[in-house]
């Protein structure tokens, strides 16, 4: 049994010289450094499998692309595809094509529908933005366009300087328009005087120049031509005239002192004129004051009553406004009392219609007559 003992020494001898020889064996445990190596393979392995959650974490990114759209600024999403860059160099290539989508909504909401949902709200907070304040432009506008329909036909200014004379009758007939709400209206406006020989003190006295000065200035309101055609009429048609802005002073009694003798009261002749006149105006069809002026009735009752009808007929947008020189109280008035005509209406001036305010006149010229 003592031999086998020694048999085991000898055995356990040659493992120390294994051992000497194992000194390549320090190489496996290198080659186990080495499988270190070939476990960063299987490190790549792992992020394949990661690769597959990173698509999943693409979503992410794009519901932060969502929030770019809304804002519009560009610098924001800029920032934050560079973290995104960071943390996997794979995505950078996706990231990149997407920050070029981002400027084009058009392309980006064609991948996601989220995107395509979020450019739609971006632009109709930013079209509310522009109402806001292309809404008070757009007010403004609308108001704009008000102020200039209700603005008159001559300015002030333009008064002022081409007829001082007539500042307080345009400014006393801008007032009585407003307050029939007829400011910015637009009209041709004419003149008739009566020639007859009872209205020789008019003249005389200056009330028929006072009433062409005052239908001047109304005229500047309504009419941006601001001239006012004259039809003198007695017996017939005595003569024709025209007031401007710069030709108006005495204007009516340079014309009145030219045309002969006065004769009797033929209102026809007269309506005929004013309708012969407006036909061959640029627009046969728009709206005229006449302002008829007479000191009495019409010495042939049925011709002026069916030239007025006819006009009425005929010329539907004219109309005849008259004014009555001498005592309300005068029976002569009674016909223009009982004119019930659409196109026609009265004002009693009085024995001394000079006499009377700018307003005054205007109030009564105005009281019915809507364009």
Avoid: C, I
């Avoid at 493992?15 to 190489?27: D, F, I, V, Y």
């Avoid at 036909?279 to 069916?306: E, H, I, M, R």
């Amino acid at each position: 049994m003592a031999e086998p003992e020694p048999v085991a020494e000898p055995a356990v001898a040659e493992m120390p010289e294994s051992a000497a020889e194992p000194e390549p064996e320090p190489e496996k445990p290198v080659a186990v450094t080495e499988p270190e190596p070939v476990a960063e393979p299987e490190a790549a392995v792992a992020p394949e499998p990661t690769v597959e959650p990173e698509p999943q974490a693409q979503p992410e990114p794009e519901a932060v692309k969502a929030p770019k759209a809304e804002p519009e600024v560009a610098p924001e999403p800029e920032p934050e595809p560079e973290p995104v860059a960071a943390a996997v160099e794979p995505s950078v290539a996706e990231e990149a094509p997407e920050a070029a989508e981002a400027p084009q909504p058009s392309p980006s909401s064609s991948p996601s529908p989220e995107p395509a949902v979020a450019a739609p709200a971006v632009a109709a907070p930013a079209a509310d933005d522009e109402s806001g304040t292309g809404g008070a432009g757009g007010k403004t506008e609308a108001t704009e366009g008000e102020a200039e329909a209700g603005k008159p036909a001559t300015t002030a200014a333009k008064v002022r300087t081409r007829a001082p004379g007539l500042s307080a009758p345009y400014k006393a007939a801008g007032a009585v328009l407003k307050e029939r709400d007829l400011t910015g209206a637009r009209a041709k406006v004419y003149l008739v005087l009566d020639r007859s020989a009872s209205m020789r003190p008019y003249y005389k006295d200056g009330s028929a120049q006072a009433l062409g000065e005052q239908t001047l200035a109304l005229a500047a309101h309504l009419d941006p031509e601001a001239t006012v055609p004259v039809v003198f009429f007695s017996t017939e048609l005595d003569g024709t005239g025209e007031l401007t802005l710069t030709e108006h002073e005495n204007k009516v009694d340079e014309l009145h002192n030219g045309l002969g003798r006065m004769g009797r009261t033929s209102y026809h002749v007269a309506v005929e004129e004013v309708l012969a006149q407006h036909q061959k105006s640029a627009d046969p069809t728009a709206p005229a004051l006449v302002v008829f002026q007479t000191d009495g009735a019409p010495d042939a009752k049925t011709p002026a009553t069916q030239a007025l009808t006819d006009a009425a007929k005929n010329h539907p947008s004219v109309h005849f406004a008259f004014v009555a020189f001498g005592d309300p109280e005068n029976k002569a008035f009674d016909y223009l009392r009982k004119l019930k005509s659409a196109n026609t209406s009265h004002f009693l001036a009085g024995e001394t219609p000079r006499e009377l305010t700018d307003t005054e006149v205007y109030e009564g010229l105005l009281a019915t007559w809507r364009p």
